[in-house]
């Protein structure tokens, strides 16, 4: 059974540009979570989307945004990107609802120069 | 809100020692996870532990739901070069809602 995968691996953006990340859950799989994981630093959660609605958001500034399909895919977008926003972006996916174990994806890693 | 401590925040052994690390808060959790991070990836779910006072092993790993809800425990014997990463703890806040990550401790094995 495929993992949780997401594009791309790698991404590099100037300061002031977009960014689109990609998340596809485990088969099954109707919640996924976005984390920010800055360099040598812990996991920051980011938003939770379950059903295709927003569930919960973490503390970060509404240029951070993102959607989930009807298949459970999610796209996490980041607007006017400034150089701390370069970090490892991690999802993962559960079972539906809160509380439910969550299995990571190999992470994007995004730079802003 | 709530937040979890992990210690050591790293630390260095030789192989072939056992390791133990924590994970502690003043709030209470319902649920503790254990992951593992290697360098550049995701981390990967070790153990899970739902009661208070389960003792869940996975190989080499141990790990045990503390009777107070606010603390959980990771040992690992034996230890290889493979093991070194990043261990995580995890806990589930009291809405039952979302995991809560500790900072990490970071461990190496020396041969």
């Known amino acids: 059974e495929a993992g949780v995968t997401q594009s791309p691996t790698h991404l590099i953006k100037t300061r002031g540009q977009q960014a689109t990340l990609r998340c596809s859950p485990i088969?099954?799989?109707?919640?996924v979570y976005w984390y920010q994981q800055a360099l040598g630093l812990g996991l920051q959660f980011l938003l939770w989307?379950?059903?295709?609605?927003?569930?919960n958001r973490g503390n970060f500034p509404p240029r951070f945004s993102g959607r989930q399909f009807p298949n459970y895919s999610s796209e996490l977008n980041v607007n006017a990107l400034e150089l701390e926003d370069s970090a490892l972006y991690l999802c993962?996916?559960?079972?539906?609802?809160?509380?439910?174990?969550?299995?990571f994806g190999p992470g994007t890693r995004l730079t802003v120069t | 809100g709530q937040q979890l401590n992990q210690s050591p925040q790293s630390m260095f052994i030789q192989e072939g020692e056992d390791v133990s690390m924590n994970c502690t808060s003043s709030?209470?959790?319902?649920?503790w996870l254990w992951y593992k991070q290697d360098p550049g990836e995701g981390p990967v779910l070790l153990i899970a532990?739902?009661?208070?006072?389960e003792l869940t092993s996975n190989g080499r790993l141990t790990a045990q739901f503390g009777i107070t809800r606010k603390d959980s425990f990771l040992n690992i014997s034996a230890s290889i070069p493979s093991d070194v990463g990043i261990y995580f703890c995890?806990?589930?806040?009291?809405?039952?809602?979302?995991?809560?990550f500790g900072p990490g401790t970071r461990l190496s094995v020396l041969p």
């Open positions: 993962a996916s559960s079972l539906s609802g809160g509380g439910a174990v969550q299995y």
């Open positions: 088969s099954g799989h109707t919640s």
């Open positions: 989307y379950d059903e295709g609605e927003e569930r």
């Open positions: 709030s209470i959790f319902n649920t």
């Open positions: 532990l739902y009661k208070a006072g």
């Open positions: 995890a806990g589930l806040d009291n809405y039952g809602q979302n995991f809560v």
